[in-house]
């Protein structure tokens, strides 16, 4: 009896593991958790550098600008759109603050607010080419992307704008305590995004645009007041992430946010969001950030090729479209292979 007893109950807590694992990865964030688990932990045992405490909060506050960014991305593909945009508008935004703090002497508040708002009106202003002109959102918000850009280098005439007061580089390198004032923002705009997405009805037509949008048409969503919503809230994340980066950096160059569309996206794909709307969260595209920086790092640190650096962020782009195929169930292993060639053609 004591045998049957002892594997009765080995079955019944195998039963119970199973059961919790399967519960555990029912969680679409959990997949991509477990890859930054174990990417971060190979890289902690293979690399003094990478463990070192400067180096770990390098990778935090370079993973925050992007996450910020990102959240605003996310929402609005969620929402079946675009924003091709964000990197102009982060521009614009923090070069007015620089101007407006550093040369004409504003008050910190008054140049952080004209940046803030100069973001959140590009942002509104592609909401309404998207919801009254029914315009494509890629097409539009590259446009728009050009013109913002044209706008910063017509305002500053192409010069940077240098020897800018240390109190604004604060937001970048200051710290609350031990902890960077960076972290701070990205994770407050996190949990105040994560509920307005999961605990809002602007969160749920959000995603009920995005997965099916003649259904919420024909539920009575105001699907153009949704748009405009998502699209200023990406302006404002944006023109916030571009502060925080001007802060970080120190100088305000009209190139500055150029390069965060990529990273940006990226975040936003490998954590889970469906390039076709509809799904998404916040907790995923931060944790695809946390992985986008801890790659950048690695490359670094580990000295990998500078010119190939490039080349395999490229590469995970392509293997988090992949994923986002196989998540969709557009892609199988058996289409992968070969066997079904044919399916989902026609």
């Not at 971060?40 to 935090?60: A, D, E, G, K």
């Not at 969001?273 to 950048?296: C, D, K, W, Y």
């Amino acid at each position: 009896m004591g045998m049957v007893e002892t594997t009765r109950a080995r079955a019944s807590l195998g039963a119970k593991i199973a059961t919790g694992l399967k519960q555990v990865f029912a969680v679409r964030e959990s997949g991509v958790l477990l890859a930054l688990v174990v990417f971060f932990t190979l890289l902690w045992i293979i690399s003094p550098v990478f463990r070192t405490p400067f180096n770990l909060t390098i990778i935090l506050k370079q993973m925050s600008v992007v996450s910020i960014v990102a959240m605003g991305q996310t929402l609005v593909i969620i929402s079946g759109a675009f924003d091709l945009s964000q990197g102009p508008v982060a521009g614009l935004a923090a070069m007015l603050t620089a101007i407006a703090w550093g040369r004409w002497g504003w008050d910190p508040v008054l140049a952080i607010s004209l940046g803030l708002g100069i973001g959140t009106a590009c942002g509104l202003t592609n909401g309404m080419l998207a919801a009254r002109f029914r315009l494509h959102p890629i097409v539009m918000t590259l446009a728009t992307a050009t013109i913002f850009q044209g706008i910063n280098f017509f305002i500053t005439r192409g010069q940077s704008v240098v020897g800018l007061p240390t109190t604004m580089t604060w937001f970048g390198k200051g710290k609350i305590g031990s902890v960077p004032v960076p972290v701070i923002l990205m994770f407050i705009v996190a949990i105040v995004m994560h509920i307005m997405l999961t605990r809002t009805l602007f969160g749920l037509r959000v995603r009920m645009i995005g997965g099916n949008l003649k259904a919420g048409y024909d539920s009575g969503v105001q699907v153009e007041r949704v748009r405009i919503g998502v699209f200023t809230i990406s302006g404002f994340l944006a023109a916030l992430g571009g502060i925080v980066l001007l802060g970080r950096v120190g100088n305000a160059v009209p190139q500055i946010g150029n390069e965060l569309l990529f990273p940006v996206v990226t975040a936003a794909i490998v954590g889970g969001t469906l390039l076709t709307g509809g799904v998404g969260s916040m907790a995923g595209t931060l944790i695809g950030a946390a992985i986008m920086a801890i790659v950048r790092n690695a490359l670094v640190i580990l000295q990998f090729n500078i010119f190939l650096q490039d080349v395999a962020q490229g590469f995970l782009v392509v293997l988090a479209l992949l994923i986002d195929l196989f998540r969709r169930g557009e892609l199988t292993w058996a289409i992968l292979i070969g066997k079904d060639r044919y399916a989902g053609e026609g």
